[in-house]
């Protein structure tokens, strides 16, 4: 299946992701429809011309006419979506998804799916810290990575037009990684630091603290500004993976906090370097 | 002393904080001189523009010329100087510092020098990850906070002219504290963070992950190009402040770790809004 100029596309769950699909979608000229819990959004969605139609209602009509099905929920209400919904899907629909941990997802919709779809796990990295459709804003896929997690399960047109999707969305690059090298390097990138920006932004009061804040903390802390439904949901499904990429960051902290104790000017410039050189890999790209 | 339109100041220091304050003072019609290690910054600056006139010879017939001064060098050498050419100084001159750390600084100093010369410790919380006078740029100042430590040893003058200075740099904010509050307050919110962007960016290697970074890993290890031999020394005359700083840190880490491993919904859920509510005050800024 090739991402054509006549395919329609549905999306399910209308928040800053979903909307943001949309909107690009939609611009591009494609016909966009959306199912989603709140009236509210739709209504909003459509004034704003995100979408040409939608409906708060699961029905098969409405959702049988579409060629791509992307979901943007959360990963337990997708799984409880597709068991109660997926006898709706027109046969030979693509299916896909934004979930940002994809073992314990992938394979499980894999598993329960209608033979006759075709779902492949993707992952958008954009995100902002606010939510809502009222948020949408298709610019926040411009400098941002799209990652497909296929699986022996999918064909290579189904692949390809995954791809493709993140192409025409607008992301900056494309790429290709197992369900448990995306979880591994997930589980470090971006669920570790948000344990990281969470922990250091609880260790104290902030009122009073904000008149000193230079960048650094402001950095460092800009995604604690947390949906605790969302990140509960994603770190407990990646739970193994989070926890031994913490693990391996509590290494580091105590052997930089080591060498300070014991005043080892060597060590702790040694690791400072290391650091330096690392990170210039970042100021390339 | 009021810092008024006749004072001539000398820049001790030339690099990017140094030449920073040479270009703000030169650009506001003050008389701006320097003395730093290197004749190249001295070539550099003067032909820029940012002093009227530098040495690399520290002369009593060079010094005795200046009004106020203004030390940006690493701590060390700024108390080596300090012992060793003090008496060059015209009586009645006020010195100030750009030092990170204070309380190990500001007591020794004014303990070693003469009773006819004021010092007030002043920590300008503005920086970029390079360095040198070539990268001087007095916008850094812009949007940064300018913290004054005074002592009992401090006259009211002395202090109302050292904030002036802040002022006139263009600094957003100015602020006193004792200098163990500011060092409390720096041990947290600058030194810990660093010490956590370096530990986050020494756990892999980096080069394969580039292609998957979101902004999260990005902002956070900003600051992990860090420059070992300055930082080296401002963590080790703030250690016991930073060792206290950064055990706070890694509770507050391991509580969050522990809610996981015990997949506690409820503890995660509600770190995750003490973290949001806190990270709310820095929005409002």
Chains 1, 2 share one sequence.
């Not at 629909?93 to 314990?104: E, H, M, N, S």
Request: glycine share 8%; with cysteine.
């Amino acid at each position: 299946m090739k991402i054509i100029n006549d395919v329609k596309f549905l999306i399910v769950g209308l928040g800053l992701i979903g909307g943001s699909y949309a909107q690009a979608l939609t611009d591009l000229g494609y016909e966009v429809g959306a199912i989603t819990r709140s009236q509210s959004s739709i209504d909003y969605a459509k004034e704003k011309g995100l979408i040409a139609h939608g409906t708060t209602e699961v029905t098969k009509e409405y959702v049988n006419q579409f060629d791509v099905v992307v979901f943007a929920l959360y990963p337990k209400v997708l799984i409880e979506w597709l068991e109660k919904y997926q006898g709706y899907f027109k046969s030979g629909v693509l299916i896909t998804d934004v979930t940002g941990v994809k073992g314990p997802i992938v394979y499980k919709i894999q598993e329960l799916l209608r033979d006759d779809v075709e779902f492949v796990g993707a992952h958008p990295m954009a995100g902002r810290e606010v939510y809502g459709v009222q948020n949408a804003d298709k610019s926040i896929f411009r400098n941002a990575n799209y990652i497909v997690t296929p699986t022996s399960k999918n064909t290579k047109d189904g692949i390809e037009a995954c791809k493709s999707l993140g192409k025409i969305l607008g992301f900056k690059t494309i790429a290709e990684l197992s369900p448990e090298k995306h979880d591994e390097m997930i589980g470090f990138l971006s669920q570790l630091t948000h344990c990281i920006a969470v922990s250091l932004m609880t260790c104290k009061e902030s009122e009073n603290l904000v008149d000193y804040t230079g960048d650094s903390f402001r950095d460092l802390t800009r995604i604690a500004k947390i949906n605790e439904d969302m990140w509960c949901e994603l770190f407990l499904l990646n739970k193994t993976e989070l926890l031994s990429q913490m693990d391996l960051f509590i290494d580091k902290f105590q052997e930089l906090k080591s060498s300070i104790e014991s005043s080892d000017t060597e060590k702790m410039k040694s690791i400072m370097r290391t650091s330096t050189k690392r990170r210039a890999f970042f100021d390339k790209k």
